[in-house]
């Protein structure tokens, strides 16, 4: 009989309840129960979604963030968390986010760095080490959840991040080696799986998704190493790879002393059979035989053409499952009564990924007649959304087709550039800005909300988000900043915005997914080929314009970050799509100037989330992203200044292919990294204006003008104070006015102390 498992669930509700018992907790802590009592009332809820399985995820669930879960597990938390004391939960949140709730301003700490997980939108808290650093293990969270399992009836899978992966993703502060950790944290998880053992647990699911990306022999022999030690501990272990093809590293994989291996079949089918052959004939394979990062029905019976043949061979030896945790996809598609049926007709979001899964075990155990019915339409679906005549616009594919390597160039190079914008601009140095959002504050939203509803009419929304727009503006003014932004007021989410104004996006209700913490995304649906009816933001950058005299920047997302935010098309490749979205975003580049526009901003926050895993197939993304850039934002004159922002995402190896983009401005994190991103400069002499962000606004920490100016200071000792600018790390939508109004007082000030010491 086929064995089916799941990797891992959507943790924040599909009414995003968990977001909201941590705001509500963070806000007041005297409700730490509550938020206690609704992940509880969520992990049952998951559980019984997934009760079908032959084995339940048990572990994945986390109030913030995985990885921090396993460096809270392992005890490696930083001190000056521990110095403050307070309880586990307030330690956890000090690393998380600066602060436990809002009144622990006693216990502010550095949050810890925030970074991609390999490359999707999904954020985890960088694991910090030294060459003093101890582990000790902490099973709190897992024997709760464990209790929690049992008393549902479930058959647990602990989920565990592996000892590889753990130190591959983290980062030592003081220059020693993270390999050299290893003798000192394995037996921490010998420990760990020591006691599973002893609970009664049968499998455990180890993460290694490093894996699937290139390893030096020393990361490799390290590997090795590690489940020789871990052998014998503890129960059977489930080594489980995703996001890539293991290459090199399958042999590795196959033939370490574990009881199973899970291979992602989707991002890599071409390994299925050497993994059968290289793999012991005692052992488990898992496939992943559903996509976990995308929203698209699966072919059953394509998967089963294949898979058929498979499990004739393995028999029991055979697990599936989804190919990755499906934290990537949003919960329930059955919540979405609004969405046009057709569109709907094609999508599976994880519950009903979950009952793909089932059918595939059900066919492959009795035979398709059992399901016939359900297969035949599964077959419907797929074939009516390859033939659907909304897929494809004939005008579309002529505007592809008509590109040119011309319209990627500026007229001049920056340095004329630079001169004619100075002039025009007649900024002073270290010039002040922000990355584009304020505040998205409870008005806003329910504006926004009674609009949908049909409550308030056009003209009266237009009216409250002038209103805010003049209200942001202002605000601006009263700080001093240099260049402003409107806001961003109307806008639901910087991609989901964009995408309601474009041919071939389509949009869920309910369609949230996490992308840290309590940051929850609706990434749109990218069905069909993308065009531009009509301007989307010039009205709304007129306006704030006409309220000041200092330049307004017209904000804009770029096409990667539209590609890479979305859940894309399967049915062309992805860089055809992305020259669609440049095009797109040309347009509205070419009518902000004509409006008469001076400073335009094109986030590519994703740029680098988009890299694929191995170093090889760098070049030929990076060739169509920075190509799909530079069609968006280069037919524009000398003086008009264009701008990009990039956030929580190492860049240092790619420096070439950032200032390839000729940007004339980029802004980057740089705050909670503690400038390490700046280490890119050392060796590279970028040529054109560049914010490190100073204000980390993903914490509510709110920075001093010392802290500031201490931190522009030791950019300008690696890049010319002349090609500096001071802003955020990021939008301010997530951040209360309280809090934004100071840093950004402070911000100013730092400012000006920079110039008169100039």
């Given at each position: 009989?086929?064995?089916?498992?799941?990797?891992?669930?959507p943790?924040i509700?599909?009414?995003r309840?968990?977001?909201?018992?941590?705001?509500?907790?963070?806000?007041?802590?005297s409700l730490?129960?509550?938020?206690?009592?609704?992940?509880?009332?969520?992990?049952?809820r998951?559980?019984?979604?997934q009760?079908a399985?032959?084995?339940?995820p048990?572990?994945?669930?986390?109030?913030?963030?995985?990885v921090?879960d396993?460096?809270?597990?392992l005890?490696?938390i930083?001190?000056?968390?521990?110095?403050?004391?307070?309880?586990?939960?307030?330690q956890?949140?000090?690393?998380?986010?600066?602060?436990?709730?809002?009144?622990?301003?006693c216990?502010c700490v550095?949050?810890g760095?925030m970074?991609?997980?390999?490359?999707?939108?999904?954020?985890?808290?960088?694991?910090?080490?030294?060459?003093?650093?101890?582990?000790?293990?902490?099973?709190?969270?897992l024997r709760?959840?464990?209790q929690?399992?049992?008393?549902?009836?479930?058959r647990?899978?602990?989920?565990?991040?592996?000892?590889?992966?753990?130190?591959?993703?983290g980062?030592?502060?003081d220059?020693?080696e993270?390999?050299?950790?290893?003798?000192?944290?394995?037996?921490?998880?010998?420990?760990?799986?020591?006691?599973?053992?002893?609970?009664?647990?049968?499998?455990v699911q180890?993460d290694?998704p490093?894996?699937?990306?290139?390893?030096?022999?020393?990361?490799?022999?390290?590997?090795?190493?590690?489940?020789?030690?871990?052998?014998?501990?503890?129960?059977?272990?489930?080594?489980a790879?995703?996001?890539?093809?293991?290459?090199?590293?399958?042999s590795?994989?196959?033939?370490l002393p574990?009881?199973g291996?899970?291979?992602?079949?989707i991002?890599?089918?071409h390994?299925?059979?050497?993994?059968?052959?290289?793999?012991?004939s005692d052992?488990?394979?898992s496939?992943?035989?559903?996509?976990?990062?995308?929203?698209w029905?699966?072919?059953?019976?394509?998967?089963?053409?294949?898979?058929?043949?498979?499990a004739r061979?393995?028999?029991?030896?055979?697990?599936?499952a989804?190919?990755?945790?499906?934290?990537?996809?949003?919960?329930d598609?059955?919540l979405?009564?609004?969405?046009?049926?057709e569109?709907?007709?094609w999508?599976?979001f994880?519950?009903q990924?979950?009952?793909?899964?089932?059918l595939?075990?059900?066919?492959?155990?009795?035979?398709?007649?059992?399901?016939?019915?359900?297969?035949?339409a599964?077959a419907?679906?797929?074939?009516?959304?390859r033939?659907?005549p909304?897929?494809h616009?004939p005008?579309?594919?002529?505007?592809?087709?008509a590109?040119?390597?011309a319209?990627?160039?500026?007229?001049?190079?920056?340095?004329?550039r630079a001169?004619?914008?100075?002039?025009?601009?007649?900024?002073?140095?270290?010039p002040?800005?922000?990355?584009?959002?304020?505040p998205?504050?409870p008005?806003?939203?329910?504006?926004?909300?009674?609009?949908?509803?049909?409550?308030?009419?056009d003209d009266?929304?237009?009216?409250?988000?002038?209103?805010?727009?003049?209200?942001?503006?202002q605000?601006?003014?009263?700080?001093?900043?240099?260049?402003?932004?409107?806001?961003e007021?109307?806008?639901?989410?910087?991609v989901?915005y964009?995408?309601?104004?474009?041919?071939?996006f389509?949009?869920?209700?309910?369609?949230?997914?996490?992308?840290?913490?309590?940051?929850?995304?609706?990434?749109?649906?990218?069905y069909?080929?993308?065009?531009?009816?009509?301007?989307m933001?010039?009205?709304?950058?007129?306006?704030?314009?006409?309220?000041?005299?200092?330049?307004?920047k017209?904000?804009?997302?770029?096409?990667?970050?539209?590609?890479n935010?979305?859940?894309?098309?399967d049915?062309?490749?992805?860089a055809?799509?992305?020259?669609?979205l440049?095009?797109a975003?040309r347009?509205?580049?070419?009518?902000?100037?004509?409006a008469g526009?001076?400073?335009?901003?094109?986030?590519?926050?994703?740029?680098?989330?988009?890299?694929?895993?191995r170093?090889?197939?760098?070049?030929?993304?990076?060739?169509w992203?920075?190509?799909?850039?530079?069609?968006?934002?280069?037919?524009?004159r000398?003086?008009?200044?264009?701008h990009?922002?990039?956030?929580?995402?190492?860049f240092?190896?790619?420096?070439?292919?950032?200032?390839?983009?000729?940007?004339?401005?980029?802004?980057?994190?740089?705050?909670?990294?503690?400038?390490?991103?700046?280490?890119?400069?050392?060796?590279?002499?970028?040529p054109?204006?560049i914010?490190?962000?100073?204000?980390?606004?993903?914490?509510?920490?709110i920075?001093?003008?010392?802290?500031?100016?201490?931190?522009?200071?030791?950019?300008?000792?690696r890049?010319?104070?002349?090609?500096?600018?001071?802003?955020?790390?990021?939008?301010?939508?997530?951040?209360?006015?309280?809090?934004?109004?100071p840093a950004?007082?402070?911000m100013?000030?730092?400012?000006?102390?920079?110039?008169?010491a100039?």
């Amino acid at each position: 009989m086929t064995i089916t498992h799941n990797l891992g669930f959507p943790r924040i509700g599909t009414h995003r309840e968990l977001k909201f018992a941590l705001e509500r907790y963070w806000k007041d802590p005297s409700l730490d129960s509550d938020l206690q009592a609704q992940a509880s009332r969520l992990r049952a809820r998951h559980w019984a979604r997934q009760s079908a399985l032959d084995f339940v995820p048990v572990g994945d669930f986390s109030l913030y963030d995985g990885v921090l879960d396993m460096s809270f597990t392992l005890g490696n938390i930083p001190e000056r968390a521990r110095r403050h004391g307070g309880s586990p939960l307030d330690q956890y949140f000090r690393v998380a986010r600066g602060r436990a709730t809002v009144d622990d301003a006693c216990g502010c700490v550095h949050a810890g760095e925030m970074t991609k997980w390999f490359d999707t939108n999904y954020h985890y808290i960088v694991p910090e080490f030294d060459g003093a650093t101890r582990f000790a293990l902490d099973t709190t969270r897992l024997r709760e959840q464990l209790q929690e399992a049992r008393d549902a009836g479930v058959r647990a899978k602990p989920v565990i991040l592996g000892p590889l992966t753990y130190l591959r993703l983290g980062k030592s502060k003081d220059g020693s080696e993270r390999l050299a950790l290893l003798p000192a944290l394995l037996p921490v998880y010998a420990e760990l799986l020591d006691w599973l053992g002893a609970e009664g647990v049968e499998w455990v699911q180890v993460d290694e998704p490093a894996l699937v990306t290139d390893l030096d022999a020393r990361w490799r022999q390290a590997c090795a190493d590690a489940y020789a030690h871990l052998a014998g501990h503890g129960p059977k272990l489930l080594l489980a790879t995703y996001f890539g093809a293991l290459e090199e590293n399958l042999s590795l994989a196959c033939a370490l002393p574990v009881a199973g291996l899970h291979l992602d079949a989707i991002a890599a089918p071409h390994e299925v059979e050497a993994a059968i052959a290289l793999l012991p004939s005692d052992r488990v394979l898992s496939l992943g035989v559903i996509d976990g990062r995308n929203v698209w029905k699966t072919d059953l019976h394509a998967t089963l053409a294949w898979l058929e043949p498979v499990a004739r061979r393995l028999g029991e030896r055979l697990w599936i499952a989804p190919s990755c945790s499906l934290l990537h996809v949003p919960a329930d598609l059955e919540l979405e009564t609004g969405m046009d049926p057709e569109l709907r007709s094609w999508l599976a979001f994880a519950v009903q990924k979950l009952e793909e899964l089932r059918l595939l075990q059900s066919a492959l155990d009795h035979g398709r007649v059992g399901v016939q019915d359900a297969l035949i339409a599964n077959a419907a679906a797929v074939d009516r959304r390859r033939a659907s005549p909304r897929v494809h616009q004939p005008q579309v594919a002529e505007a592809v087709g008509a590109l040119s390597p011309a319209l990627g160039r500026r007229a001049s190079p920056h340095a004329q550039r630079a001169a004619v914008q100075a002039a025009v601009l007649a900024l002073p140095p270290y010039p002040t800005t922000t990355i584009g959002s304020f505040p998205q504050t409870p008005e806003i939203r329910q504006a926004r909300l009674r609009h949908k509803r049909g409550e308030l009419g056009d003209d009266g929304y237009r009216a409250a988000m002038q209103a805010e727009i003049a209200r942001c503006v202002q605000a601006q003014e009263a700080l001093g900043l240099d260049v402003l932004v409107h806001g961003e007021a109307e806008r639901n989410d910087m991609v989901e915005y964009f995408g309601e104004q474009l041919d071939g996006f389509a949009f869920s209700a309910n369609g949230w997914v996490q992308s840290y913490g309590s940051r929850c995304v609706k990434p749109p649906i990218l069905y069909g080929d993308v065009r531009r009816p009509r301007p989307m933001t010039v009205a709304w950058i007129r306006h704030a314009q006409s309220l000041t005299s200092k330049p307004v920047k017209g904000m804009l997302t770029g096409p990667v970050t539209m590609l890479n935010w979305s859940f894309v098309r399967d049915d062309q490749p992805r860089a055809l799509t992305c020259r669609q979205l440049a095009l797109a975003i040309r347009a509205e580049v070419l009518d902000l100037e004509q409006a008469g526009v001076r400073i335009i901003q094109i986030d590519e926050a994703a740029l680098r989330e988009g890299l694929p895993l191995r170093r090889a197939g760098w070049d030929n993304y990076l060739g169509w992203a920075i190509d799909a850039f530079r069609i968006a934002a280069n037919g524009v004159r000398d003086d008009t200044q264009i701008h990009t922002h990039m956030c929580y995402s190492e860049f240092n190896d790619i420096i070439g292919a950032i200032a390839a983009m000729d940007a004339d401005v980029i802004t980057i994190e740089a705050s909670r990294s503690g400038l390490e991103l700046l280490d890119a400069f050392d060796g590279f002499r970028y040529p054109n204006g560049i914010g490190p962000g100073v204000y980390d606004i993903h914490s509510p920490n709110i920075p001093s003008r010392e802290q500031i100016v201490g931190l522009m200071r030791a950019a300008a000792s690696r890049i010319p104070p002349t090609q500096l600018w001071v802003n955020p790390d990021c939008g301010l939508k997530t951040r209360s006015w309280d809090e934004v109004m100071p840093a950004l007082e402070n911000m100013v000030a730092a400012a000006r102390t920079l110039r008169a010491a100039a």
